[in-house]
């Protein structure tokens, strides 16, 4: 996954590109290997990190998004 602090890029939904598929999330930091999808169909684990002043992040290898649900996160500090 690119570094956001090297690239200035961060996996975000896109409209009409990403699917609709939307998980909530209870901290920042959230793993992803896309099983989600279906056994077999994963991807390798990564770690995604919902930015302080976001609700979401995106999964760049198979675009599931993470939606931070509402008084998470606020003790996350990694």
Not at 52 to 60: A, I, L, N, S
């Amino acid at each position: 996954m690119r570094d956001a602090k090297q690239t200035g890029y961060a996996p975000k939904l896109t409209a009409g590109v990403t699917p609709v598929q939307r998980l909530e999330a209870t901290s920042r930091s959230v793993p992803c290997d896309g099983e989600i999808a279906g056994p077999g169909l994963g991807h390798p684990r990564v770690w995604l990190r919902i930015n302080d002043g976001e609700q979401e992040v995106t999964c760049p290898y198979c675009s599931i998004t993470y939606v931070l649900k509402a008084g998470a996160g606020g003790d996350d500090h990694h």
